[in-house]
């Protein structure tokens, strides 16, 4: 079973629209990260939440931390295309080395 | 600043041939190292990580090895490649003291024929 799940795994929106991607797990997670990737490139880190009900803002993109600290949202606000991408949600236990990742969220944005 | 490297970006070898992944990572010590697989742009499988030279863990029993032999130097290699290890393989690394945030490197695309 995956520890973190993500949805929707497909997004396809037209620029503008607003939208909201989940992260969700049964087990209580000391930090929680979001990345973006694009094709053929790593994926690199857009924020880091750790203490329960944070909310962090990222210009157009608002990133919330569950109070229990199970979950996460991210926000995008009037989506652009240049926004496409893989979106993967990711949490560390305390006393681990190994983030968990979830599968992605896969985003296009149409201009 | 900090970076991390990882080459070659694309390869394409046959079945059965040796495979050698090569990461660097400057600007900091003792990093935590990650080597994972990632399939048809989805989710990461982590196939190993290290915590220090010489000390490697093994998530995945494959195909493949791992090696730290310098601090800041992490090696993905195969003695010989299979079809089902084609995939797109992602160095990263993180603060020794807190594994919550990777850093990648760009990414190498295999292909084996």
């Known amino acids: 079973t995956q520890l973190l799940e993500q949805s929707p795994q497909f997004l396809s929106i037209q620029e503008g629209e607003n939208l909201t991607v989940y992260c969700n797990s049964s087990?209580?997670?000391?930090?929680l990260q979001w990345y973006r990737q694009e094709p053929g490139e790593g994926p690199v880190l857009l924020v880091t939440?750790?203490?329960?009900?944070e909310v962090k803002k990222l210009k157009r993109l608002t990133f919330q931390f569950g109070d229990a600290r199970k979950d996460s949202s991210l926000h995008i606000t009037a989506a652009q295309p240049g926004d496409t991408g893989l979106y993967l949600c990711?949490?560390?236990?305390?006393?681990?080395?190994?983030?968990?990742f979830g599968r992605g969220t896969s985003l296009i944005v149409h201009p | 600043s900090q970076t991390i490297h990882q080459w070659p970006a694309t390869l394409v070898q046959p079945v059965g041939s040796p495979l050698s992944l090569e990461c660097t990572v400057e600007?900091?010590?003792?990093?935590?190292l990650y080597w994972y697989r990632q399939a048809a742009g989805r989710g990461l499988q982590l196939l190993f990580y290290?915590?220090?030279?010489?000390?490697i863990s093994s998530e995945v029993p494959q195909n493949l090895s791992a090696s730290r032999p310098q601090d800041r130097q992490f090696i993905l290699s195969s003695k010989k490649l299979l079809l089902s290890d084609s995939g797109f393989y992602l160095c990263?690394?993180?603060?020794?003291?807190?594994?919550?945030?990777?850093?990648f490197g760009e990414g190498s695309r295999l292909t084996v024929l």
């Open positions: 990263a690394w993180s603060r020794t003291s807190y594994a919550g945030e990777l850093f």
């Open positions: 087990s209580v997670f000391s930090s």
């Open positions: 939440v750790v203490t329960g009900g």
């Open positions: 990711a949490g560390a236990r305390g006393g681990s080395y190994i983030p968990t």
């Open positions: 600007g900091t010590s003792n990093p935590n």
């Open positions: 290290s915590v220090g030279i010489g000390q």
